[in-house]
């Protein structure tokens, strides 16, 4: 199994930065990819970004692409998500996933991000 701890969340202003961290521990040598989604209240997970553990290739929601950017540390097993330009609409519960062999997805718990207009 994976374990994921998520931090960084937070309470800032539109227009603000924030950087949220995942850091994963257990069988971290299974990891084949991982990523970062997004719940807001009343609407479904979605997925914000993903990361290629081995390649590094990464892909983008439409709403966030020039605006965060999703980056890894293979040697201290971290993943991170680089949130610039925030708005309001970027409010929501954090969630980082891990993909790893045989197809199961393993779940954080979550980080609180707060934008205010």
């Known amino acids: 199994q994976v374990q994921l701890e998520e931090s960084g969340g937070g309470l800032v202003q539109a227009g603000d930065s924030l950087r949220l961290s995942c850091a994963a521990s257990?069988?971290?040598?299974?990891?084949?990819?991982m990523g970062w989604f997004r719940q807001a209240p009343g609407k479904e997970r979605e997925l914000v970004a993903s990361?290629?553990?081995?390649?590094?290739?990464?892909s983008y929601a439409d709403s966030v692409k020039g605006r965060f950017t999703i980056s890894k540390d293979n040697a201290r097993n971290r993943v991170y998500l680089q949130m610039n330009s925030l708005k309001p609409e970027d409010t929501a519960e954090y969630y980082c996933?891990?993909?790893?062999?045989?197809?199961?997805?393993?779940w954080g718990q979550g980080t609180q991000v707060t934008v205010s207009s």
């Open positions: 996933v891990a993909g790893v062999f045989g197809g199961n997805r393993y």
């Open positions: 257990g069988r971290t040598d299974s990891i084949t990819n």
């Open positions: 990361i290629s553990w081995r390649s590094g290739s990464t």
